[in-house]
């Protein structure tokens, strides 16, 4: 087989730096045909040589012109451009740009790639929070991709128009498209870098529309995707950035800190979000340990990458003890900025704002989180309105109001495996027993919370804790009064399921969300360090939920777990 031919091979089954060497190989013996620098060029850019690789991707695009395929000529034209933006070169892009619409206008015929053309004015639209023109752009490429047989245009508008949706509101609607475009790539339609372009855009997506269980489900898979590819260095960074925030959510705090600088240092020139992600996640991990300087250094390498580095930093300062400041960074960074990640904000909003005082903004923000609720129907989202909610009526001396929303928020958050956050209820819960005179409930919850606190190393939290204790103590068991019958009731109010977490209810009999994930990996044979690196938790929490699914089935063993997936359509 000759060296072309090797690399043509290795290029098919991706295999990217076997496919630069043979093709460089057969390259120095004489110039490679066009469609064959075509892919040379990507595979060096997979490797993450981009500036190579555009170079290359430029020198098929003349040979394509010298063979007269003008409509692959005009393909290379909008790649090149498209990947100079992802190299932070606007002004190259936009000149390889205007060379693909000019040699698409001189066609005598339509041109199979037109959609594409398309694609880069929907993304302007798009970061500059124009939903509108960003959906008629993307509909635009999504539909002259299908009309003309081109996957990668159609997918790309598909993916476009789901994300201008969802700024737009349509939330169900653009999730729905989000879902479309991941079908095109997962059954293999799509080529190598728009692929990848798809995966990270749908998992970023997925958190501002705060749908957890879809960011996780395409995580994993593009994780598994990026490991199918032989020393894939683009996209892989921006994996372990949704890797690290996924585990810093799900409690397993090291694992986090390792994925972000492994996304770090996987980012490749241009990745600003990779190379974001990896500070932001490992400065929100130091924050909660409270190792503050580190903290501070992560953030402030993550905003050199023009991200706001929010809201981690607004909350460090609040750690440290600045209010007025940590409220001053965080309304400065949400003026004026996309209404999609203005709304992740919120929630910390809400805190910072009541500890400075200001409880008219705190009243505010916690209604535009609720109001949001009313179009985003996501559990992610219920807690974090309904735990603000209960902030603000405990500022404006409600307890009595406010344990019905901190425990449904309290239950979401145990449903979502999210330990230090539902531990951040229960404190929050412990004031609010203590405020109505149930003094044993409220030794319970501090208990409950001081536990989970410990265990993570979550300093901060835990030296709060202990300094509200320490008030209670000073005030003495006497003014605690005893327990109120209506504390007792909100205590066991239900949470009420929504989208996802119902769907599964209903499938895993009396096993919660996740105790059923764990359940169907038990019974495909995953040991626990492997369940715990497909769910993105520790090994501790896979343990714990085996012991509670053992409890709830009345089961001893993995095979009878096994057995019981099978039986109930788990497995």
Not at 357 to 376: K, Q, V
Request: charged letters at 20%; glycine letters at 8%.
């Amino acid at each position: 087989m000759s060296t072309l031919a090797h690399g043509r091979e290795a290029f098919a089954a991706r295999r990217w730096p076997d496919a630069v060497g043979q093709y460089t190989a057969a390259d120095h013996d004489e110039e490679l045909p066009a469609g064959d620098l075509e892919q040379l060029a990507i595979s060096v850019i997979l490797t993450g040589r981009g500036s190579e690789g555009v170079d290359i991707l430029a020198r098929a695009h003349l040979k394509y012109l010298a063979d007269g395929d003008y409509a692959a000529a005009a393909r290379c034209a909008v790649w090149t451009g498209m990947n100079l933006i992802l190299l932070g070169e606007p002004a190259r892009s936009a000149g390889w740009l205007a060379r693909a619409h000019r040699i698409v206008e001189d066609l005598p015929e339509p041109c199979p790639f037109e959609g594409l053309l398309s694609v880069p004015a929907g993304l302007g639209a798009l970061y500059q929070g124009d939903g509108a023109t960003a959906a008629e752009a993307f509909s635009r490429a999504a539909d002259l991709g299908r009309a003309r047989g081109d996957a990668d245009s159609a997918a790309l508008g598909t993916l476009g128009l789901g994300q201008a949706k969802i700024m737009l509101g349509e939330v169900d609607d653009g999730l729905a498209l989000l879902d479309e475009a991941m079908v095109a790539v997962t059954v293999g339609e799509i080529s190598p870098i728009p692929a990848g372009i798809i995966y990270c855009a749908v998992i970023e997506t997925c958190h501002l529309a705060f749908d957890l269980h879809r960011a996780h489900e395409w995580t994993r898979a593009l994780d598994r995707w990026c490991n199918a590819q032989q020393n894939l260095v683009v996209f892989s960074g921006q994996c372990q950035m949704h890797r690290a925030e996924l585990y810093r959510l799900h409690g397993a705090w090291t694992d986090a800190v390792e994925a972000a600088k492994a996304a770090q240092d996987l980012a490749v020139r241009g990745d600003r979000m990779a190379t974001y992600g990896g500070f932001y996640e490992q400065g929100e991990i130091h924050r909660l340990r409270g190792d503050f300087d580190a903290a501070e250094a992560c953030y402030l390498h993550a905003q050199e990458t023009g991200f706001p580095a929010q809201p981690g930093l607004a909350l460090l300062r609040l750690a440290q003890g600045r209010p007025d400041q940590a409220q001053s960074l965080l309304r400065q960074a949400m003026d004026g900025l996309d209404p999609a990640y203005r709304r992740l904000m919120l929630a910390a909003r809400v805190e910072i704002d009541l500890a400075a005082g200001d409880a008219p903004a705190a009243r505010a923000a916690a209604e535009e989180l609720d109001s949001l609720c009313a179009s985003i129907d996501m559990p992610l989202l219920h807690a974090l309105a309904e735990q603000s909610r209960a902030a603000v009526l405990f500022h404006d001396g409600d307890p009595q109001a406010a344990l019905v929303p901190l425990r449904r928020a309290w239950s979401r958050w145990l449903g979502l495996d999210a330990p230090f956050e539902a531990a951040r209820s229960r404190a929050l819960l412990a004031r609010l027993c203590a405020a109505v005179g149930d003094a044993e409930s409220a030794r319970l919850e501090r208990e409950a919370a001081r536990a989970v606190f410990s265990e993570l190393g979550a300093a901060p939290a835990l030296a709060e804790l202990e300094q509200w204790e320490l008030g209670q103590s000073e005030l003495g068991q006497s003014e605690l009064g005893q327990s109120v019958p209506a504390a007792a009731d909100a205590r066991t109010a239900p949470a009420p399921t929504t989208g996802n977490d119902a769907r599964h209810a209903a499938d895993a009999g009396p096993l919660t969300a996740r105790e059923a994930e764990v359940v169907r990996l038990v019974s495909a044979g995953l040991s626990n360090r492997n369940i715990a690196a497909e769910l993105f938790i520790s090994e501790k929490t896979v343990a714990r939920h085996l012991s509670n699914i053992f409890t709830k089935l009345g089961l001893t063993s993995r095979a009878a777990v096994t057995a019981y997936a099978y039986q109930h359509g788990l497995a």
